[in-house]
């Protein structure tokens, strides 16, 4: 028969929560103290990148969805920034992907440390993320994403191990729409062209921002 130290040696974090759940569930006096923050741990391991601290996926498309219907009945615009850390797979293969972690949580904290407490800082996969800047026009997040890339091109990586030199520094490429109702009317199209602004910034020659426009739409379905 396994042994129960065996099989916790194989279970994951979030299955641990899982169980000590369920524990306190069965007993025939729950304590409500312990079940809260057992709640809470379930909260955060469900709506939160687990590398950066950042918000996940699933939790920026269901902000996204909220934020657009405010958005709407409001008539108060939203605006989305999408940044790439530029090289990132050049930036791995030469220093090793526990340097790479720790670009991308370097990465994260800066997103945090310029960003308002209203925004919404999230990976979006790989080294792709996101901000999401509700009741924010264009002129705006375009200044909060510059002040992003500015902080991430001056920031300081802290070595994982001791490595060559050029570990500390990365940079990343922005690109930058707003929610106005006319050209983009969707979260959807949001994240679809503050994407489509963020190819225009590559294409540009990187670390920089670029902002949507109409005219993006011709330049990206010719390339």
């Known amino acids: 028969m396994e042994k129960e130290s065996e099989r916790l040696g194989r279970i994951t974090p979030l299955e641990e929560i899982i169980d000590r759940f369920k524990h306190e ?10 079940l809260d923050i057992l709640f809470r741990e379930l909260h955060s391991f469900a709506t939160t990148d687990n590398l950066t601290s950042l918000i996940n996926y699933l939790s920026l498309k269901y902000i996204l969805e909220k934020e657009e219907a405010r958005a709407l009945r409001t008539k108060n615009p939203i605006s989305g ?11 791995n293969d030469n220093y090793g992907h526990e340097q790479g972690n720790e670009a991308l949580r370097t990465t994260a904290l800066v997103l945090v440390n310029n960003t308002r407490k209203s925004d919404y800082c999230a990976r979006f996969g790989g080294e792709e993320l996101f901000v999401a800047l509700p009741e924010t026009n264009l002129e705006i997040a375009r200044s909060i ?25 990365i940079t990343a490429s922005l690109g930058v729409t707003t929610m106005d109702f006319e050209y983009v009317r969707t979260a959807q199209e949001l994240c679809a062209y503050a994407d489509r602004a963020l190819y225009e910034a590559k294409r540009k020659g990187k670390n920089r921002v670029e902002v949507y426009s109409p005219e993006l739409v011709e330049v990206t379905s010719k390339s």
């Open 145 to 169: 994403a510059e002040r992003i890339r500015y902080g991430i091109e001056n920031v300081d990586i802290k070595p994982h191990t001791p490595l060559r030199e050029g570990y500390n520094k």
């Open 25 to 34: 569930l069965q007993k025939s006096d729950p304590d409500k103290g312990k």
């Open 81 to 91: 920034i999408v940044i790439d850390l530029d090289g990132f797979k050049r930036y």
